[in-house]
């Protein structure tokens, strides 16, 4: 069964200082992964994606790398801002013959306090 | 308009009451999705269109969920019978095709007293 777990499911951080949120996935085949901010009362919007043959990669002060050895993935956010406070998905795509299901993790709840 | 739009924004309803929730996916996206939200959990997709292909309603959680799309663009999600547990933010997804980045609407938040 597919299934994408997200660690830890909230946590409270001062602003300025960095924190990392983990993704373990086992969707298969692997497609790619995805992830996304919600903030409250708002639809998700995805902050990067990441195929199979893809480290790491960078969106401003959000870097999120991916292992799929281990299948694995973390979103490190660098010098947090109180916009930052929001929930984090992680979201796994199955390969195109698999039908490219999605597979959601139950998302981080970040908030960041003054 | 730029984005997915959804209305209404928020939806209180009576249980036994039937309701419908519209999305207006962007323009020239092929693909649509209905995902349900309760509060605190993750996302969980309910049914997915593609083109003019049968839909994909594997996600719906009973019939009294159906969902339509007309004419490759705009879509209402029915509930009919509404129940308690039907209470949730129902969000809408668009994306160019099957496998394309999926941009999400506000969503609707749906409360059945």
């Known amino acids: 069964k597919n299934q994408v777990e997200q660690s830890p499911q909230s946590l409270i951080i001062l602003e300025g200082k960095n924190c990392t949120l983990q993704?373990?996935?086992?969707?298969?085949?692997?497609?790619?992964l995805r992830w996304y901010k919600q903030d409250t009362g708002r639809g998700p919007v995805s902050l990067t994606i990441?195929?199979?043959?893809?480290n790491t990669k960078s969106n401003g002060r959000y870097t999120a790398t991916l292992d799929a050895d281990t299948k694995q993935s973390s979103l490190h956010i660098t010098a947090s801002q109180l916009s930052d406070s929001a929930s984090y998905i992680c979201?796994?795509?199955?390969?195109?013959?698999?039908?490219?299901?999605?597979?959601f993790g139950g998302g981080t709840r970040v908030l960041v306090k003054p | 308009g730029a984005g997915v739009s959804q209305s209404p924004s928020n939806k209180v309803t009576e249980k036994g009451k039937d309701v419908e929730l519209r999305c207006d996916p962007i323009?020239?996206?092929?693909?649509l999705y209905w995902y349900r939200q309760s509060l605190g959990q993750g996302l969980e997709f309910l049914i997915y269109?593609?083109?003019?292909?049968?839909?994909?309603k594997s996600g719906l959680p009973s019939d009294r969920f159906s969902a339509e799309r007309t004419g490759g663009s705009v879509s209402t999600l029915t509930i009919q019978r509404t129940q308690q547990e039907d209470s949730a933010v129902y969000l809408c997804?668009?994306?160019?095709?099957?496998?394309?980045?999926?941009?999400f609407g506000p969503g609707t938040r749906l409360t059945v007293l």
């Open positions: 323009s020239g996206h092929t693909a």
């Open positions: 997804a668009s994306s160019l095709s099957q496998g394309h980045e999926q941009f």
């Open positions: 979201v796994v795509s199955a390969w195109k013959a698999a039908g490219n299901k999605l597979t």
């Open positions: 269109f593609q083109g003019n292909s049968a839909p994909d």
């Open positions: 993704c373990n996935y086992t969707v298969s085949p692997f497609s790619n």
């Open positions: 990441m195929t199979f043959s893809e």
